[in-house]
């Protein structure tokens, strides 16, 4: 999403929110995964894959236009994507996509269920609504997510499925940092994946993790350590009156969840990939610094290295 566009996500989210509660019903907790049982999903790396996939994106303003495109550009893929306001995994499912008109007004579009369906993509990576608990608590996120993979399997059996971590707003009260730490674990991981998981024909959902590399790039920058960054904001977009967008990207931020994704997906460090690269609307990318590039690549590098559930082989 371009700077200085509202944060349409949140309200959205909170709308969905309130149509949720009215359907929630009360029902036992769906089976997880065990500790044994998830450390077992992640315990043999992908093998890198011997050339470039056409990748399909599903999600909202967390994925958005720009960031697919920054990545193709970088890996030299195909792809396309239905994207929504705050859509939620049943909200893909079921077709009630908030802003679906609007944010599939663009040649890369394809309707979801006809694109996973014709088997074309090996690579499909899927995201979640945040407010996260939200998503989990009113809208059935573990059993979409195993919906949607079983979904992908079943048009093509040997497609890497990825479910993309995101982040929720610099102002939330919990603390930027403290949530996305939290989150991993208790909802990322502890209940999406863990019940998604022990469903039957999903498989192996591998991460990318999207929130923790903000989470470790934010502590770089406000350490000092990202030559030409200072804060956090740096990342976020702004409006036309200059207030930090608390939620959505700006190019720089854009280009680090790209890096993320090329990361994990094709095995290979991001350490001198290029910079000189377009926006999905063909205009060109803000200017980002060598060194504050090369900075990022780093970070990004070492996280997925650092995680097993990427796939990617682990270096720590």
């Known amino acids: 999403m371009r700077k200085g566009k509202t944060s349409v996500l949140i309200g ?24 044994t049982a998830f450390a077992a999903q992640y315990a043999t790396p992908l093998t890198a894959p011997d050339g470039v996939r056409s990748v399909y994106h599903l999600g909202h303003s967390l994925v958005g236009r720009d960031m697919p495109a920054i990545l193709a550009q970088l890996a030299g893929h195909d792809y396309a994507s239905q994207l929504g306001w705050g859509a939620s995994l049943k909200g893909h499912w079921t077709a009630e996509v908030p802003g679906f008109a609007e ?20 690579i499909v990576v899927l995201t979640e609504m945040v407010e996260i608990r939200d998503a989990i608590r009113y809208f059935d996120s573990p059993r979409h997510l195993a919906l949607w ?11 890497r499925i990825y479910l993309y971590e995101t982040w929720h707003p610099l102002t939330d009260p919990e603390g930027f940092l403290a949530r996305i730490d939290a989150d991993r674990l208790r909802y990322w991981e502890g209940t999406l994946l863990r019940q998604a998981q022990a ?34 904001e740096d990342l976020f977009a702004t409006d036309a009156a ?41 205009t060109a990318i803000t200017p980002i ?19 097993a559930a990427t796939g990617v082989v682990q270096t720590i």
Request: charge should be positive.
């Open 149 to 159: 993979a079983q979904r992908i399997r079943k048009a093509r059996p040997d497609a």
């Open 12 to 35: 959205s989210g909170l709308a969905l929110v309130a149509i949720g509660a009215a359907l929630m019903f009360w029902r036992k907790s769906p089976p997880a995964l065990s500790d």
């Open 103 to 122: 944010e599939n007004a663009h040649s890369r579009f394809r309707p979801a269920l006809q694109a996973i369906d014709s088997g074309d993509y090996p």
């Open 289 to 307: 610094d060598p060194q504050t590039a090369t900075a990022l690549q780093r970070i990004v590098w070492t996280v997925v290295t650092g995680y």
């Open 199 to 232: 469903q039957p024909g999903v498989g192996t959902i591998h991460v990318i993790p999207g929130g923790q590399v903000m989470a470790a790039a934010v502590r770089a920058i406000e350490s000092g350590e990202v030559p030409g960054l200072s804060r956090r």
């Open 242 to 282: 200059g207030q930090t967008d608390p939620i959505h990207l700006n190019d720089l931020g854009a280009y680090l969840m790209a890096l993320t994704h090329y990361a994990v997906i094709y095995h290979r460090s991001p350490v001198g990939l290029p910079i000189a690269l377009r926006l999905a609307d063909g």
